[in-house]
């Protein structure tokens, strides 16, 4: 399926966002407990609509899903991606979903202002199954029957699936009926096609939108199974991107040519340091994995300049 048939505008707080200890509303806390962490907005919540950098991760980031698979579960890793990327499940105008609390910041009465947040519980457990479920999808594509089976088994997964289907099944089955109940628990429900304004060709066009950034993760690894789409990590900047056919995963190492051309430049810049110290050229240019000449060139060009 084209991604151009996958939209959502998503908001990111124009001041970004922060980590804060609050009570929830209605639930006071017992002596000693703990507050909850959330993730809230800075600045005033009623207005993040109003303020908010909007972008469209089908458009701006398509391997988003690879990059919040990979994020480490910790508040440092959480607050950067959000402060790029935006809450998981912030749909404006406020809508109570199950992944907005209603808070109070602590010391306020009654009367305080509204706060919202996502907890780090919350983002911690989202993590953890997109990573799941990513961790599952490249197995599967590895093709390695017995690699897959030890996993399955290890996950505990294996037994479950033979037993709903009354039969023994295989790895490969057992590891695409997992990734169906994954994929069909997030994206049942979280999905509407809407009419859209098709920007390029100026007419009405029709698009699957989903609710939130949680819910276009999942569309994103969807279609990334469904298009068998493989994608590769950007040599330079660590961007993931897709490796369009009919490359093939080596030959593109870089997300884009700006990041070809500051590796290139870094090259050279090595090679003429090394030389500067002394190193022999054979030695650069098995270093910087080149051949002799090129290195010889990146080396001679400087001495012309
Ligand atoms: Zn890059």
């Known amino acids: 399926m084209p991604t151009e048939l996958f939209q959502l505008r998503w908001g990111v707080a124009e001041q970004g966002y922060e980590w804060r200890d609050v009570s929830l509303r209605g639930h006071p806390l017992p002596e000693g407990a703990r507050p909850v962490r959330l993730l809230v907005a800075r600045g005033d919540a009623d207005d993040i609509e109003m303020s908010a950098r909007w972008y469209d991760p089908f458009v701006d980031a398509l391997a988003?899903?690879?990059?919040?698979?990979?994020?480490?579960?910790?508040?440092?890793?959480?607050?950067?991606?959000?402060?790029?990327?935006?809450?998981?499940?912030?749909?404006?105008?406020?809508?109570?979903?199950?992944?907005?609390?209603?808070?109070?910041?602590?010391?306020?009465?009654?009367?305080?202002?509204?706060?919202?947040?996502?907890?780090?519980?919350?983002?911690?457990?989202?993590?953890?199954?997109?990573?799941?479920?990513?961790?599952?999808?490249?197995?599967?594509?590895?093709?390695?029957?017995?690699?897959?089976?030890?996993?399955?088994?290890?996950?505990?997964?294996?037994q479950s699936f033979e037993r709903e289907a009354g039969r023994r099944t295989g790895p490969v089955w057992t590891g695409h009926a997992a990734l169906y109940t994954m994929v069909a628990a997030q994206l049942t429900n979280t999905l509407s096609a809407q009419p859209v304004w098709d920007a390029d060709?100026?007419?009405?066009?029709?698009?699957?939108?989903?609710?939130?950034?949680?819910?276009?993760?999942?569309?994103?690894?969807?279609?990334?199974?469904?298009?068998?789409?493989?994608?590769?990590?950007?040599?330079?900047?660590?961007?993931?991107?897709?490796?369009?056919?009919?490359?093939?995963?080596?030959?593109?190492?870089?997300?884009?040519?700006?990041?070809?051309?500051?590796?290139?430049?870094?090259?050279?810049?090595?090679?003429?340091?090394?030389?500067?110290?002394?190193?022999?050229?054979?030695?650069?240019?098995?270093r910087l994995e080149t051949t002799v000449e090129t290195a010889r060139g990146w080396i001679e060009r400087q001495h012309r300049a």
């Open 64 to 158: 988003l899903f690879r990059t919040f698979a990979d994020l480490a579960p910790t508040q440092e890793a959480i607050y950067k991606f959000a402060n790029h990327y935006g809450w998981l499940h912030y749909s404006p105008p406020f809508v109570a979903d199950p992944g907005a609390f209603q808070i109070h910041a602590p010391g306020s009465d009654d009367h305080a202002r509204v706060v919202w947040g996502e907890s780090l519980e919350q983002w911690i457990e989202a993590i953890g199954q997109v990573r799941y479920a990513v961790a599952l999808w490249d197995r599967l594509q590895m093709n390695d029957r017995e690699d897959l089976a030890r996993y399955l088994r290890q996950e505990g997964l294996e």
């Open 201 to 286: 060709r100026q007419r009405l066009s029709l698009a699957l939108v989903p609710a939130n950034l949680f819910a276009a993760l999942w569309l994103q690894f969807v279609n990334s199974v469904q298009g068998n789409i493989e994608y590769q990590k950007c040599a330079w900047c660590g961007k993931w991107f897709a490796i369009v056919p009919p490359q093939v995963r080596s030959s593109r190492a870089y997300c884009s040519t700006a990041c070809r051309s500051k590796a290139y430049r870094k090259r050279q810049a090595d090679a003429r340091k090394l030389a500067a110290t002394g190193v022999s050229l054979e030695e650069i240019a098995s």
